[in-house]
């Protein structure tokens, strides 16, 4: 079955300090992982996904992930934090048999002025 | 461009009335539809997904059905509301592989 892990609840940084938000993901076949955030009171928006090719994927608002076959893992990057990034962060799996999405339990990221 | 409305945006209903919660896309044809729960600002529990008109995938047994009467809309119902359904309601729509949210329901059971 396919599983996606944020063992991170919260992850806390100051502003202008780069940030990492993780993600590790168990899948039978060919990944396809997506981030997304949520501000409160709102729904999801869509960050970046992963489906083929070059491993650094560069997404909205700065954000980018790095795919790793090796370690499973497909963690959140951005070089520079803002306030403005402080937001739920999700990340998911497609399962490609089904259609369903598999998401992760989410990490709340706190930027600090 | 394609856009997911949902409504209502808030809803306050009382313990055993009937639920309806409506979505639909606009500037796509056929796509996947879904309905998923989020308690407590937290994670998200799928509830139901569609493929297409008349077929439903139900994920957790409990009050709540679903319809997809057309292409693009997805309705979400109960007949009789628990207290436990309170939470924020997600519609979503997938075509390939990228997955876009509707901007959510708000539902509180008193």
């Known amino acids: 079955a396919q599983s996606v892990a944020q063992p991170e609840d919260q992850v806390n940084v100051a502003e202008g300090n780069p940030l990492t938000v993780k993600c590790t993901y168990s899948?039978?076949?060919?990944?396809?992982l997506f981030w997304y955030v949520q501000y409160p009171n709102r729904g999801l928006q869509f960050l970046l996904k992963?489906?083929?090719?070059?491993?650094l994927v560069k997404g909205s608002y700065g954000f980018e992930a790095e795919f790793n076959k090796s370690q499973t893992s497909f963690h959140l990057k951005k070089p520079s934090a803002l306030v403005s990034d402080s937001a739920l962060y999700f990340c998911a799996v497609l399962d490609s048999g089904t259609y369903k999405y598999i998401f992760g339990t989410g990490t709340r990221l706190k930027v600090l002025a | 461009s394609q856009t997911i409305h949902q409504w209502p945006a808030t809803l306050v209903q009382p313990v055993g009335s009937p639920l309806s919660l409506e979505c639909t896309v606009e500037?796509?044809?056929?796509?996947?539809l879904y309905w998923y729960r989020q308690a407590a600002g937290r994670g998200l529990q799928l509830l139901f997904y569609?493929?297409?008109?008349?077929?439903i995938s139900s994920e957790v047994p409990q009050n709540l059905s679903a319809s997809r009467p057309q292409d693009r809309q997805f309705i979400l119902s109960s007949k009789k509301l628990l207290l436990s359904d309170s939470g924020f309601y997600l519609c979503a729509w997938s075509r390939s592989y990228e997955q876009y949210f509707g901007p959510g329901t708000r539902l509180t059971v008193t």
């Open positions: 569609s493929v297409g008109i008349g077929q």
């Open positions: 992963y489906i083929t090719g070059d491993n």
């Open positions: 899948v039978s076949g060919n990944p396809y």
């Open positions: 500037g796509t044809s056929n796509p996947n």
